[in-house]
């Protein structure tokens, strides 16, 4: 072999490490979304929520440190919680728990019992976040990755930009210098943007864009991994009518069910390595 070539070899280690390194870590994803822990009605949806594509674009590995805000019933806990579980940490940051709404608590109660309910989830640290009043996510500067999955736009019917501004700058400070917010949200077509959309259930990307440049991060890439082009975001009950809520019934119920889950929008940021 040449000079050149021995020197070619060289540079093609590291390219090479991280490519083995990117399959190990889909792999350890993979094996997570088939865990026999997960519920037949989650595992139904990984065709609308693609977990294995959508978590390895967002730079999840066996060993990293992860903020699930807002995990509701717990549909991705289910797969983040094996995929962490022996190397990882998992913080889920659900409501407070001295919240005054009913629903608020009932939602934590049911994700606390869920957590109690198989052993994959005894090292899930159940954390508290609140858009408005802002609450300690995690430590700062301790994790690797914030994910969120379609929730901005309830954060933003609650309190507009300023809650957006508050929950941005959470993430920013729970994460370490050159860690990854993962946005997944129901997309509302630019077009759409000077209309009455907020209480439609979609959020604007240039506006989830911009809020997160706001806080300090880097806008790195978007994905279409969870595209739906058959979703025009303009429905009756907006969001909701699609599946899996079906807000109309019966009613049309063929079309929205061959329409399917909502057409989303994939964000990954970055906190600057150099603050």
Known sequence: MTATG??????????????????????????AVEHPSRTAANTERDQ??????????????????????????????EILAPLLHQQGKLYAAHFPANSSSEFAQRSRAAFSEKMASHSVYSKVQISEFAPITGVQIAPDGSADVVLTFRNLHNWYMQGGEDAMHIA?????????????????????????????????????????????????????????INANPRDTADHPRGVWTLPPSLRLGEQDRDRYLAIGESDRMTLKFRKPQQQ
């Open 6 to 31: 021995k020197k070619l070899s060289w540079l093609a280690l590291p390219a090479l490490a991280l490519c083995t390194s990117l399959f190990a870590s889909e792999t350890a994803i993979q094996a």
């Open 48 to 77: 609308y929520r693609n977990p294995t594509a959508t978590l390895s674009f967002f730079e999840v590995r066996p060993d990293s440190t992860v903020v699930e805000i807002s995990p509701g019933a717990g549909w991705y806990t």
């Open 168 to 224: 941005f700058n959470h993430f920013y400070q729970a994460l370490k210098p050159g860690g990854v917010l993962g946005v997944v949200e129901h997309r509302l077509p630019e077009a759409k943007r000077d209309s009455n959309w907020v209480q439609s259930g979609y959020f604007p990307q240039s506006l989830a864009i911009e809020l997160a440049e706001q806080a300090g991060f880097v806008f790195e890439a978007s994905s279409e």
